[in-house]
Nanobody, 126 residues
Framework: VQLQASGGGLVQPGGSLRLSCAASRFSLEHRAIGWFRQAPGKERVWVSCISSSGMDGSTYYLDSVKGRFTISRDNAKNTVYLQMFDLKPEDTAVYFC??????????????????WGQGTQVTVSS
């Protein structure tokens, strides 16, 4: 299973970016998908999760991004997005997407993110 994260870049504070997580030869629709980030010198942390479309498709967010980030799916494109608004310098990090390969997996069910993308850099700076 190979995931491809893209959409990162340099943006000013208050700006927006949309990250994409696509998969080849693997359907994301019925799996829980998570976004994580790792800032320089810090550990990787969870940012957001979306449950399997076959379940309730519920979404979850790190407190510090609630109201600014939105996770969503486009099943026809086999892609999960992380729309980020009102970006702050503390959002600067490499962002990774990850999948729980279990069919019907949910964010609330203790997902096991075993498939990872390569990461995309997000830099928020004036």
């Amino acid at each position: 299973v190979q995931l491809q994260a893209s959409g990162g870049g340099l943006v000013q504070p208050g700006g927006s970016l949309r990250l994409s997580c696509a998969a080849s030869r693997f359907s994301l629709e019925h799996r829980a998908i998570g976004w994580f980030r790792q800032a320089p010198g810090k550990e990787r942390v969870w940012v957001s999760c979306i449950s399997s479309s076959g379940m309730d498709g519920s979404t979850y967010y790190l407190d510090s991004v609630k109201g600014r980030f939105t996770i969503s799916r486009d099943n026809a494109k086999n892609t999960v997005y992380l729309q980020m608004f009102d970006l702050k310098p503390e959002d600067t990090a490499v962002y990774f997407c990850a999948a729980d390969r279990t069919y019907g997996s949910t964010c609330s069910g203790g997902p096991q993110f075993t498939s990872w993308g390569q990461g995309t850099q997000v830099t928020v700076s004036s």
